[in-house]
C-alpha cells in the first residue's frame, strides 16, 4: 500500500486546534507571517504505568535509552515517570 495515498489535509483556522495520536506523522507548513509568531501547546497523555526504558549501560548518553524529547524528564538511574512533569489526571477510580 502507497502511504502517500492516505495522507489528509486538515485546516485549522487560526485561534483553533487539532488533536491526534501520538503516531499520526504531521507537520505543518512554514509561517509565512512576518509579524505574527506561530504558538504550540503541546500535551501528552500517557498511562499511570508507563516506565522509562531501562538505562543499565547506558551512562554515556545524556537521556540513557530514552528520547531527546522526554529524555530530559528522566531522574538519573530511574525508570519512574515523575508526576511533577507527567501529573495524573485519570485512573482506575476515575479522575483525580
Known amino acids: 500500500e502507497n502511504i502517500f495515498s492516505t495522507i489528509e489535509s486538515v485546516p485549522v ?3 483553533h486546534a487539532v ?4 503516531d499520526v506523522w504531521h507537520g505543518s ?3 509565512l ?3 505574527r509568531h506561530r504558538r504550540a501547546l503541546v500535551a501528552h497523555y ?3 504505568d508507563v516506565k522509562f526504558a531501562d538505562d543499565q549501560g547506558v551512562d554515556d548518553q545524556p537521556f540513557g535509552k530514552s528520547s531527546y524529547i522526554y529524555g530530559r524528564y528522566k531522574r ?6 515523575d508526576e511533577t ?3 495524573i489526571v485519570y485512573g482506575a477510580r476515575g479522575t483525580w
Not at 19 to 22: A, N, R, S, V
Not at 76 to 81: G, H, I
Open 29 to 31: 507548513g512554514p509561517n
Open 76 to 81: 538519573y538511574r530511574s525508570n519512574v515517570v
Open 85 to 87: 512533569f507527567f501529573p
Open 13 to 15: 483556522r487560526m485561534g
Open 46 to 48: 500517557i498511562r499511570g
Open 33 to 35: 507571517s512576518s509579524t
Open 19 to 22: 488533536l491526534h495520536h501520538q
